[in-house]
């Protein structure tokens, strides 16, 4: 773990690595920033994810880019600037940077004299990529230090960005190369995404989302199911690489949702459900030709704010304002929960995870520690499961 000490000419990607770990956030992975619809025109758009302030926008070719929104000349947010469709100019002092690799193109203060070599100065820049209708942006970790600079660039303005190495490609060792896809069965289907924002740190939204214990207190509802018919059930869970699944099934019987399906088709009702670092939980459920898939991610906003992202597709016969209204109440009875449990969480209380219930949450706790600790020593990452594994609880 890096100290004071150690910081130097890359001090400060070593000082990110501390502030990384501390807010207990995962790097080196893809986040949904934005929908790709909120990008309109030359205009920008602020983010926030990771604590890592974004300034979001759209060359006039229709390439996304992400920014750090401060200009690496003296901080102000690059959002309060102009943006001609490539070029970003920063409102302060008229820097301009490249979009696409946040290099540094022109600065109007230098005179004829002037030996500063402009094209090595950059602005911090995320790689980023549209898929199903989101801007993803790419958080690449501490442990990418940025290109060391060995000229005449030594005066503050012109240091590299703390996430300079996002545009050297050699340096984004560990990009998955792309972020992940909403999984789809056929080539009609009808999609709808819904947002909300969690009072709490992204660990407690993630453990919520894979918690199978509240659904008979939280989700009540007459259309879903009642206390009533809570029942003992047993799951079967497999390791999957960073994650689990809870293996292929014939869902809960007493879910009306899924009686109905059986009876259109006449064939099986089978689900998946999977949970893979950093954040995503995604589910199928196929019936003959007819099917469901939805891709549910909690991004960490600030280590007080997350955001839950859901994402579904499905040729099954429900109209897109039935299901909507449906999985609003849903993530609404979430969202009203977790507003409730961070009251709690504000005094620290000491909590329980309990077996078997919670031990997805514990598996997650272990995935994340794991990842870290094989990043840290360069070493394989290890498991928490050592194969597939029942679990019984009662929801
Ligand atoms: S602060 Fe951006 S150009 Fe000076
Ligand atoms: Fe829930």
């Excluded at 100290?3 to 995962?26: C, M, P, V």
């Excluded at 901080?75 to 070029?87: A, R, T, W």
């Excluded at 099934?249 to 949970?275: C, E, R, W």
């Excluded at 840290?376 to 594994?389: F, N, R």
Aim: charged share 25%.
């Amino acid at each position: 773990m890096a100290t004071d000490e150690n910081i130097g000419d890359d001090g400060q990607a070593t000082q990110k690595l501390d502030r990384a770990s501390d807010a207990g956030f995962l790097w080196n992975f893809w986040y949904p920033a934005a929908r790709s619809v909120e990008i309109r025109g030359r205009n920008l758009l602020k983010a926030m994810l990771l604590e890592v302030p974004l300034v979001l926008g759209r060359t006039d070719g229709g390439r996304a880019f992400a920014m750090r929104d401060a200009c690496p000349h003296r901080g102000i947010p690059l959002s309060y600037g102009k943006f001609d469709g490539k070029n970003l100019q920063c409102s302060y002092h008229g820097w301009k940077f490249d979009g696409c690799s946040g290099q540094c193109v022109e600065i109007p203060s230098l005179s004829s004299q002037d030996k500063l070599k402009v094209e090595r100065i950059f602005a911090g820049h995320y790689p980023c990529v549209e898929s199903d209708g989101y801007v993803w942006v790419y958080f690449p970790g501490g442990e990418l230090r940025a290109p060391a600079i060995t000229d005449d660039l030594r005066d503050p303005g012109s240091r590299p960005p703390e996430n300079a190495a996002a545009e050297a490609p050699s340096l984004v060792r560990n990009t998955a190369a792309e972020p992940p896809r909403l999984a789809t069965f056929s080539n009609r289907y009808k999609s709808t995404h819904l947002s909300c924002d969690l009072p709490s740190h992204v660990d407690q939204g993630i453990i919520g989302l894979m918690d199978p214990a509240h659904g008979p207190f939280v989700h009540q509802s007459w259309f879903w199911r009642s206390q009533k018919s809570m029942h003992e059930k047993a799951k079967q869970f497999e390791p999957i690489p960073n994650g689990f699944r809870m293996s292929t099934h014939s869902p809960s019987s007493n879910s009306a949702p899924y009686q109905m399906l059986k009876k259109l088709t006449g064939a099986p009702v089978t689900t998946t459900i999977d949970f893979v670092l950093p954040n995503m939980r995604t589910e199928e459920i196929r019936s003959g030709k007819l099917w469901f898939s939805s891709l549910t991610t909690v991004t960490p906003v600030r280590r007080d704010v997350s955001r839950i992202d859901f994402l579904a597709a499905w040729n099954v016969p429900l109209p897109i304002t039935v299901f909507r209204t449906f999985a609003k109440t849903f993530l609404r009875q979430d969202q009203e929960t977790m507003i409730q449990q961070a009251e709690g969480l504000k005094h620290n209380p000491r909590l329980i995870l309990i077996d078997d219930a919670d031990r997805p949450a514990k598996w997650y706790f272990a995935l994340k520690a794991n990842l870290q600790e094989s990043r840290h020593t360069g070493g394989e990452m290890v498991h928490p499961m050592d194969g597939p594994t029942t679990l019984r609880w009662r929801s």
